[in-house]
T-cell receptor, first 112, second 114 residues
Framework: QKEVEQNSGPLSVPEGAIASLNCTYS??????FFWYRQYSGKSPELIMS????GDKEDGRFTAQLNKASQYVSLLIRDSQPSDSATYLC????????????FGSGTRLQVQP | DTGVSQDPRHKITKRGQNVTFRCDPI?????LYWYRQTLGQGPEFLTY????????KSRLLSDRFSAERPKGSFSTLEIQRTEQGDSAMYLC????????????FGEGSRLTVL
């Protein structure tokens, strides 16, 4: 079992819709979570971080964390074609390993 | 500040040859990471430095791989006796001393082993 699991997609949504990206993790030592966006042929860039249970909103993005269910999600409201990319979920332990562990990513396609 | 710089951007080599990649992090960042990414996969952790100290190394990293950060600035990743399975994008990232989890990635060094 991978430490961080994501559906590879592609997830296809129409422009203006809400895109919902999901991630589960197996390491209960993971304390903080991150969503990175990776455009084709480019390197990942951080778009959201979340450290505690509940929701965190930043513009059109909302990250959700449920530690009891070991579940992380990212909602993108009013999806735009420019949001088309691979979204990587990553977890980080509170102790021990300090590096991020990434999932394999979900490819999002926003149809104009 | 030009961000994280990696060199070379592309490297084609024959199986059995040694290759070395260089990473120059953002100047004020004291943490440096190496990841490897293959098509359709997320970045896979290889190793991590804080200043010049190599604090973590993936169990997946064979002894053909070695990384250094001699003066706590730039880092090198060397792969000895390359194999076709080493073909991948090698990503370097850096972060600030305060560990927010925000990594700044370079553009990567793509390795093709023939």
């Amino acid at each position: 079992q991978k430490e961080v699991e994501q559906n590879s997609g592609p997830l296809s949504v129409p422009e203006g819709a809400i895109a919902s990206l999901n991630c589960t993790y197996s390491d209960r030592g993971s304390q903080s979570f991150f969503w990175y966006r990776q455009y084709s042929g480019k390197s990942p860039e951080l778009i959201m971080s979340i450290y505690s249970n509940g929701d965190k909103e930043d513009g059109r993005f909302t990250a959700q964390l449920n530690k009891a269910s070991q579940y992380v999600s990212l909602l993108i409201r009013d999806s735009q074609p420019s949001d088309s990319a691979t979204y990587l979920c990553a977890g980080k332990r509170g102790t021990g390993r300090r590096a991020l562990t990434f999932g394999s990513g979900t490819r999002l396609q926003v149809q104009p | 500040d030009t961000g994280v710089s990696q060199d070379p951007r592309h490297k084609i080599t024959k199986r059995g040859q040694n290759v070395t990649f260089r990473c120059d992090p953002i100047s004020e960042h004291n943490r440096l990471y190496w990841y490897r990414q293959t098509l359709g996969q997320g970045p896979e952790f290889l190793t991590y430095f804080q200043n010049e100290a190599q604090l973590e190394k993936s169990r997946l990293l064979s002894d053909r791989f070695s990384a250094e950060r001699p003066k706590g600035s730039f880092s090198t990743l060397e792969i000895q006796r390359t194999e076709q399975g080493d073909s991948a994008m090698y990503l370097c990232a850096s972060s600030q001393a305060y560990d927010t989890g925000e990594l700044f990635f370079g553009e990567g060094s793509r390795l093709t082993v023939l």
